[in-house]
C-alpha cells in the first residue's frame, strides 16, 4: 500500500527517494499515470499513408498504430486475441492485414478478425470472429501527434495539453508545422523513466556543469555557459509549469546555440531561424515570438520530452522501475530545405542521438540517481526541487505558471504536483472536479 500523500510535498519543493526504486510506487504508477495519461505514439509524418504502421509501446503495453483507408489513425495492442503471442514483429511498414505467427489468425489494419485458417472445417461455424478483434485503444491527435489512452474517462488531449498548447503552437503550428524523422533510435539506460522527465522538464542547472565538457567540443554560443562561472542574468530565460505536469524551460534566442558557430549546419540554422523569426514576431508580438527560435526543453507529462534547437524528441518508456528504453527522433520543420533537414537530424545524433555526447553526459546521472537506491539509508532519503521556491509569476502573456530565471525547478514543481494528484485521484472525474485554477494556488502559494 502506497502513502502518496508521503511522496511529494508540493509546498516545500520536496519529493521522497523511493519515487526512482520502489516497486509498489511503479505499479500505483502504471495503474494511476500510465493507465490514466495521454501517451505518445507516432506522428503524421511517420505512417503517412493508408496501411503504414509503426509498432511501440504504452509504457509496458506493446501497441500497433495503423492508417486507414479513411486517413484516420487507430491503435490496438500489439496481442493476437487467440492465443496471446505478439502480433506485428516488425517496428514499421506497410500492410493490408497482419497474421499472427503461431497460429495465422490474420487482422485487417481496422483490428478486426478476418481470416482463421481451417476456420470452417475445425471450428464448423462455432467461432463468432467479430468478438475476437485486436484490443483498440483511444487515439487523439494534435497538430499531427498521436497520443494514445486507455482510459475512456480522460480529458480529451486537447483539454489534457491545456496551457502548454500555446506555446507547442509557436513551433507546431505556424508555417508548415514539424516532422518527425524516424526510423527511432532504441536504447536501454538502468534508471528511473522519472529521471530524464523531469530533467527535460526543467533542468537548465545542469546544462552548464554536466554538459561542460561537450558544450566546449561542439563550440556553440552555449559553451559561454559551461563551468557556471556566473548565474546566467536574469533576462537568459525562463520556466513554463501548467496543470497536468507539462513543462518546460526557456534560454532566450538560443535555438541553434549548441551548434558550432562556424560549421555548415550551425551556418545554415542560424540563417533559418534569422529568417523566419521576423514572421513569428509579426503575428505573435516581440514578447511571445521570441520563444521561436529561443532553446525549449520540455516534456510532456507523463513521459514525452524534446528539446527545440537541439530538435531531439524522446519517449521515456517504462522497463520496470530500474530501467527504460529510450525511443529517439528527430524534429524538423517540414518546410526546412532537404540540407538543413539532414543537417538537423545529424546535429541531433551527434548530441542527443544513442551515442550522442549531452545523451551520454546526462545518462550516468540518471542511472546513479535511481541505482544508488539499493541503500536501504539512501532510498528513505530526499530530493530536493526547491530552486525558485516563491519566484513564481503569472503574466497574461504567458500562459500557466511561470518561473522567473532561466535556471529553476518551477517545472519540476508543477510536474510533481501534477503527478501527486494523479496517483492519488480516484479517477479523472474527481480531478476534473477541481477548482482549475485551485493547482497555481497550490504551487505560488498563496
Ligand atoms: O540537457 C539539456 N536539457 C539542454 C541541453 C538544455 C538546453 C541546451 C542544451
Ligand atoms: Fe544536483 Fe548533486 S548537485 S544532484
Ligand atoms: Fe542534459
Redesign the pocket.
Known sequence: QVDVESLVDVKNGIQAKRIFWDQQIYDLEIEQIFGKCWQFLTHDSLIPNPGDFTTGYMAEDEVIVTRQDDGSVKAFLNVCTHRGARLVAAEAGNARAFSCTYHGWSFGMDGALKVVPMEEELYRGSLDKSKFGLREIRVESYRGLYYGNFDAQAPSLNDYLGDVKFYLDIWMDINGGIELVGPPSRSLLNCNWKTPAE??VG??Y??GWT?LASLMALGGE?AAIGGNEAPPNEGLGMQVTSRFGHGFGV?WDAAPA?HAINSKAGTLYREWFASRKPKMVEKLGAKVGRIYGS?L?GTVFPNNSY?L??NTFKLWVPRGPHQIEVFTWAIVEKEMPAELKNAVVSGMNSTFGSAGM?EAD?SDNMETMTQNNRGRMTREGKLNSQLGLGFHKLDPDFPGVIGQSAIGETSYRGFYRAYKEIMGADNWKAILKLDPDAWKHELIGQ
Do not use: C, E, M, Y
Request: no cysteine.
Open positions: 530533467n527535460f533542468d537548465t545542469h546544462v554538459h552555449l534560454l549548441v532553446h526543453n528539446l534547437g537541439t549531452l546526462d
